[in-house]
């Protein structure tokens, strides 16, 4: 993990140095204050890119994307006397998103991102922007950005069109849960739009900030989804009377994954267990959703290292095109706008992820069904005399986990391999990394639901095992903390409610399972 950047106020403070996947994922979730460093010398770097662009537009006349059109347009000159209205024109034109909006959080996230890669000063733009920016994070107005139609390559430029229109005062924008056209809002609230110098426009748009803001949240989500599969595990194996013995110090020594390995440990703690453990000769081999969950969970926590690499690596970078460095007095033209490596590391993520689906949808069955739980009543059914006919439990939370494991392996088709030719194949090889993120982000959902619907499940049949009140701490704690929303079922009743309570709670990450 990178050195954090938040002082001792608990402040994200943006001054071009490194910020971590925990920062962004704190802005977005408004956990922390945010600041504009105000020192002299950072000041000074970044207007120092902003006024190189104006040295060379006055000595030169040329510079791509000032004086030229954008993409397979990069031929055609612009008119010295249009250049101030190049920028506007490129937010204009872009504005052709279509699909549901970023929500709120995703929303924060994105304007975090981009103002990192803004604040290493190789963008070209003035510390005026990056004050903007800061304003509407800081007062909570959000540009409403549509999710869709990105190629992610040249970056998200029609996501991030509707963020360079509301720096400038138009289109519309979130604040305090409303909509609200925003020069009607800048007016209200005193703020001055934005006029877009040269560079501007597009230093904003051909960056890799929606799907770098989104897998930032994909990850930490996918990270607390690890360690609640593990959890739901343990449950399940004091369910299902399994055989602790999988889970074993000196067996798991001999294939050494260390992600592998911890999933393996906190099944151990959980199940109170130390050192080398008997062999069961009653249960010798349970059935792989428990005697491979650390194997399955293992490959999530074995891939969080590279994919904090990758997703840390491409929010701290400048990832526009050109890169103005005002050091060297260069104008730097390439593709540091692609982003292959959040489409692999989402795509990859996504099918971690479902595989934890997978995985408790079939743990999920093993309880369910008397052929298989070890002496559990069927559809885990609290219901006792005559009502035992009349009840049925679990029964259509099974199916319904069936439905949400089912969709969500079926969206881990790589979003990286259908890259499209498209803008007169000048982007004829285009990473899709917006639509992985976005993929990423609607997998995870499913899982969650997946999870807490199986948590429920593991709880119930625990309870129905009996003497779960000499269970580990911890394993007691969670029953207790999941009783407190969701009663024992003993007689029939609509569990929706209780599903998305225990939903906001997952997602909310409220209760600590592992340290």
């Not at 129905?464 to 903390?481: C, H, I």
């Amino acid at each position: 993990m990178l050195p954090t950047t938040m002082n001792k106020n608990n402040t994200v403070v943006f001054d071009g140095k490194p910020i971590t996947i925990e920062d962004i994922c704190r802005i977005a979730n408004q956990q922390v204050q945010i600041e504009l460093s105000t020192q002299a010398d950072f000041v000074e770097r970044i207007d120092k890119g902003a006024l190189f662009v104006d040295t060379l537009l006055k000595e030169q006349g040329y510079v791509y994307g000032v004086t030229t059109g954008f993409g397979d347009s990069c031929s055609v000159p612009v008119p010295l006397d249009l250049v101030d209205s190049l920028s506007k024109n490129l937010y204009t034109f872009h504005g052709c998103g279509l699909g549901n909006y970023f929500d709120a959080e995703q929303t924060r996230a994105i304007l975090a991102t981009r103002l990192t890669s803004l604040a290493r000063g190789f963008s070209g733009v003035r510390y005026r922007l990056l004050e903007q920016l800061t304003n509407l994070l800081t007062q909570d107005i959000l540009p409403l950005i549509p999710q869709e139609g990105s190629v992610g390559a040249s970056g998200d430029l029609t996501p991030l069109s509707y963020l360079a229109a509301v720096l400038s005062g138009e289109r519309e924008a979130l604040y305090q849960g409303e909509r609200h056209i925003t020069q009607t809002l800048f007016k209200k609230l005193n703020i001055e739009p934005l006029t877009l110098k040269p560079k501007e426009g597009l230093a904003i748009m051909n960056g890799t900030a929606a799907m770098t803001g989104v897998a930032c949240l994909a990850y930490r989500r996918a990270e607390y989804l690890s360690q609640l599969s593990t959890r739901i595990t343990s449950l399940i194996s004091i369910a299902l009377k399994g055989n602790a013995s999988h889970f074993g110090e000196r067996l798991f020594s001999v294939k050494p994954h260390p992600g592998q390995n911890l999933v393996a440990t906190r099944l151990r703690a959980d199940l109170s267990v130390t050192g080398n453990i008997p062999q069961d000769d009653t249960r010798l081999q349970d059935r792989y959703s428990l005697r491979c969950a650390p194997h399955i969970i293992g490959v999530l926590e074995d891939s969080l290292p590279w994919l904090r690499q990758f997703i840390e690596n491409e929010l701290n970078s400048a990832n526009d095109n050109p890169i103005i460095d005002a050091e060297e007095e260069q104008v730097l033209h390439g593709g540091h706008f692609y982003g292959g490596h959040i489409a692999f590391a989402m795509d990859s993520l996504k099918t971690a992820v479902a595989n934890l689906a997978d995985l408790m949808d079939r743990q999920m069955a093993q309880l369910m069904d008397p052929k298989f739980n070890h002496g559990l009543p069927a559809n885990l059914s609290g219901a006792t005399g005559e009502d035992r006919f009349v009840n049925h439990g679990f029964k259509a939370l099974q199916i319904a986990v069936s439905a949400w494991t089912a969709e969500a392996l079926k969206l881990t088709m790589p979003a990286s391999v259908f890259s499209r030719s498209t803008e007169c194949h000048n982007q004829d090889k285009v990473s899709m990394g917006t639509i992985a993120a976005r993929d990423c982000i609607r997998i995870l959902e499913l899982t969650e639901q997946v999870a807490a619907a199986v948590l429920l499940a593991a709880v119930q049949g625990v309870e129905l095992r009996g003497n779960w009140e000499t269970l580990n701490p911890a394993l007691k704690a969670t029953v207790q903390f999941v009783r407190e929303f969701s009663p024992f079922l003993n007689t029939d009743r609509a569990l929706e409610q209780e599903l998305r309570n225990c939903l906001v709670l997952i997602r909310n990450q409220d209760w600590q399972l592992y340290d």
